[in-house]
T-cell receptor
Framework: NAGVMQNPRHLVRRRGQEARLRCSPM?????VYWYRQLPEEGLKFMVY????????ESGMPKERFSAEFPKEGPSILRIQQVVRGDSAAYFC?????????????FGPGTRLTVT | AQSVTQLGSHVSVSEGALVLLRCNYS??????LFWYVQYPNQGLQLLLK??????LVKGINGFEAEFKKSETSFHLTKPSAHMSDAAEYFC???????????FGTGTRLKVLA
């Protein structure tokens, strides 16, 4: 399966711990996007990255959240000192380019539960 | 700011009946439009998309959607529901030339035997 891979699929963290979510884009895709889906809501854009560059992080909370897409390896979304309000599904998508007609392919998501 | 409204968070239809899921967007400039389906514990799968050209778009699994500029709508239809269509459906838009998808809140489709 050459689709977008995310792991872990489910993650449980206690308040104050760190959460690391990983995303491997589809083969040939160099653009990665992270979205968050809060309960009963649609997906909300968080950040757009290319290899070694953050292009747009306008949807990221100002504190505790960071993202990277290194030259080698998967993209990482990192949440420090998690709080209950961070409980959500986090989806990664990838695309070939930034033209809107380059559809974004989504991974299965990581469901984060903060206890 | 662009927004997307999906009327009805839950829709139930009988097997074999017409499926109609509604989506309206707010932009005065026609955006690119998408419908995605999400099965339980899975990622989003693209059903169909409209960018330019023919306003009636056919997608996978027998779904189609019609872009109506005058109504700022992009409703999703399927003539005959199947049990396997039970899932959550998301409408999304993006302004032309941008990568940010704006999603609706989703419609959960239930198919009754």
């Amino acid at each position: 399966n050459a689709g977008v891979m995310q792991n872990p699929r489910h993650l449980v963290r206690r308040r104050g711990q760190e959460a690391r979510l990983r995303c491997s884009p589809m083969k040939g895709h160099s653009h990665v996007y992270w979205y968050r889906q809060l309960p009963e809501e649609g997906l909300k854009f968080m950040v757009y990255l290319q290899k070694e560059n953050i292009i747009d992080e306008s949807g990221m909370p100002k504190e505790r959240f960071s993202a990277e897409f290194p030259k080698e390896g998967p993209s990482i979304l990192r949440i420090q000192q998690v709080v209950r309000g961070d409980s959500a599904a986090y989806f990664c998508a990838s695309s070939q380019g930034t033209e809107s007609s380059y559809e974004q392919y989504f991974g299965p998501g990581t469901r984060l539960t903060v206890t | 700011a662009q927004s997307v409204t999906q009327l009805g968070s839950h829709v139930s239809v009988s097997e074999g009946a017409l499926v109609l899921l509604r989506c309206n967007y707010s932009s005065s400039v026609p955006p690119y439009l998408f419908w995605y389906v999400q099965y339980p514990n899975q990622g989003l799968q693209l059903l169909l998309k409209y960018t330019t050209g023919a306003t009636l778009v056919k997608g996978i699994n027998g779904f189609e959607a019609e872009f109506k500029k005058s109504e700022t709508s992009f409703h999703l239809t399927k003539p005959s529901a199947h049990m396997s269509d039970a899932a959550e459906y998301f409408c999304a838009v993006s302004d032309r030339g941008t990568y940010k998808y704006i999603f609706g809140t989703g419609t959960r489709l239930k198919v009754l035997a």
